[in-house]
């Protein structure tokens, strides 16, 4: 019996749900991600003459970053990066999700329309990154974002404005954060930052010629807003009923409690690297190994950005705009960019000494505390599991819908976990887009240059 | 009015700018549980950005979409998880 009869809440399981058509496209160059490094990908590869696409999950193009037009940092630069993609002839796929690598040189992506396959020749990876979430009893209460999310957020309009903002955490993106947030109308009670001021010191200094700009911007800057920035200080506990009322905070030597709507706290970031271990590529110390002209272990596939070492816009439009020369053949042109990307990259360095995360932070986790927040899974649960993998199969942390991109970020932080490969789908994905995808990886062809 | 839409959100009509992100609307619906857990506590929004599927919902009858990245488009059917 097929056809629906009056009861309406028993669908009829034995008809396979309709599959939209797959639609096909071909170009020379495949970019993943319309961030900074991406959007400069394409447009270096599309002025070379290559056929371009560009993917992005987001209804928006420029990333995080350059997230709502007018009022996103970098404005001028966005804005010069933005027209120069307009006018590159590069193909843009906004709310395009990729998903799979089916065949060599074939990319499966999920459309708003359905599934789609594009056939590439040279792949530009410009995954970007996403903020590192430590848990911390009440971290799952609604009130505690990212701060990265929370100004991108609000920069779309999320109400902030006369709302008490305590910004707590790790990186260069906290005092931004806490700046835009500012602009848009949030009361900013406090900025944490948990490395101590010696290492900030060290940051400032080893950014060349003027020793203590940085430490200026940090802490002149935040007291001329009125806003108090504490390093050496990090969140315990986050307290509230239905949603966050107030957070604790340590020095380690003295605890208080400060009441605020929002707790805007991650510990720096995280490269989106998913998509580049589904390829194959070879990543080393959470980076995505790549030579000189940005191309990964595994050829044709380049890797730009925030997935080859946390540095920032500026570094990501270097690497970017070397890697889409390169992809479309120009290496020559790509070598005169060398000496840009080589002072961004040794600024990438710094941060990562500055922002090294005080092994105290693995206590903020109490046994109590979930872990995993797709599935309820606590610290207790996972922490008698040797690895990721036998946590995944004895207590489901990382097994629901954002496949423990947060979860598994956190265990190799408190465990000392290995990451581990990834399987496709890389994003959670409709059935329809999921038919005819084989159920292993492409063989791939290594890169006989090596990485470096 | 002609940049608004009307969408509907647990059943109440809501006249919002068209394209406007979803996640953002609900906030200044006054919407802080966009989903409860497997163990009933109330969730929102924590990475802002796709990554972490805390602020998915329902939107014209398929679950699990992440409201931050998804534009609201007129007659759009909208369910927080209660």
């Known amino acids: 019996m097929t056809e629906s009869g009056n009861n309406a809440a028993a669908p009829d399981v034995s008809a396979p749900p309709a599959v939209p058509e797959t639609r096909r496209m071909d170009c020379d160059v495949l970019v993943v991600g319309a961030g900074p490094a991406g959007l400069a990908a394409a447009c270096a590869a599309a002025e070379s003459g290559a056929r371009v696409v560009v993917l992005d999950q987001s209804p928006w193009a420029g990333g995080q970053i350059w997230r709502g037009e007018e009022s996103a940092p970098g404005g001028s630069q966005q804005r010069a990066w933005r027209r120069r993609f307009r006018e590159s002839g ?38 970007g990154a ?17 701060p990265g999310g929370l100004h991108a957020m609000a920069r779309s309009g999320w109400p902030v404005a006369g709302r008490k903002v305590v910004v707590a955490g790790s990186g260069p993106l906290l005092l931004a954060a806490a ?23 060290g940051f400032g200094a080893s950014l060349g010629r003027h020793p203590g700009k940085l430490l200026q911007g940090l802490s002149l800057g935040s007291g001329l807003w009125g806003a108090p920035y504490r390093a050496g200080a990090w969140p315990v506990r986050a307290q509230g009923a239905d949603r966050l009322e107030s957070v604790t905070l340590t020095t380690g030597a003295r605890s208080w409690t400060e009441p605020c709507d929002y707790l805007a706290c991650a510990f720096h970031l995280e490269p989106n690297l998913e998509l580049p271990l589904l390829l194959g590529c070879r990543v080393e110390e959470d980076r995505v190994r790549v ?74 986790t109490t046994p109590e505390t979930i872990v995993c ?32 991109r947060v979860c598994g970020a956190a265990a190799r932080f408190l465990f000392g976990w290995e990451r581990e490969g990834t399987r496709p789908p890389v994003f959670p994905a409709s059935v329809g887009s999921l038919a005819g995808l084989p159920h292993t990886n492409p063989t791939v062809r290594p890169n006989p240059q090596g990485c470096p | ?11 109440r009509p809501l006249t919002v ?7 953002v609307v609900l906030a200044q619906a006054g919407i802080t549980r966009f989903r409860r857990s497997v163990h009933g506590e109330a969730r929102g929004p924590l990475c802002g950005m796709g990554v972490c599927f805390e602020c998915r919902v329902c939107v014209n009858g398929q679950p699990h979409c992440r409201s931050c990245l998804t534009l609201c488009e007129p007659g759009m059917e909208v369910c927080t998880d209660d």
């Open chain 1, 373 to 404: 927040r797709c599935e309820d899974v606590t610290r207790r649960d996972m922490e008698s599991q040797d690895h990721w993998r036998a946590a995944k199969l004895q207590a489901r942390c990382g097994m629901g819908a954002c496949q423990g």
């Open chain 1, 179 to 201: 700046h835009g947030l500012k602009a848009h109308g949030a009361r900013i009670r406090l900025i944490a930052e948990q490395a101590p001021w010696r290492r900030l010191l």
């Open chain 1, 291 to 364: 030579d000189s002209f940005q191309e990964t272990s595994v050829v044709g596939v380049f890797c730009a950005g925030e997935p080859t070492g946390i540095g920032g816009a500026d570094c990501a439009l270097a690497e970017g705009e070397i890697a889409g020369l390169a992809a479309a053949e120009r290496r020559d042109q790509a070598k005169a960019l060398f000496g840009r990307r080589a002072a961004w990259t040794r600024f990438r360095d710094s941060l990562r000494v500055a922002f090294a995360l005080r092994p105290e932070l693995r206590l903020i």
């Open chain 2, 17 to 23: 700018p068209a394209g406007a992100l979803l996640s």
């Open chain 1, 90 to 127: 590069a193909r843009l796929c906004l709310r395009t999700t990729a998903l799979a690598a089916p065949r060599r040189n074939v990319l499966l992506a999920e459309a708003p329309d359905g599934p789609l396959e594009i056939d590439w020749r040279s792949l530009v990876l410009a995954t």
């Open chain 1, 130 to 146: 996403r903020e590192l979430f430590l848990p911390f009893p009440g971290w799952t209460l609604p009130g505690v974002l990212g």
């Open chain 2, 1 to 11: 009015m002609g940049d608004h839409v009307t969408i509907s959100v647990n059943g």
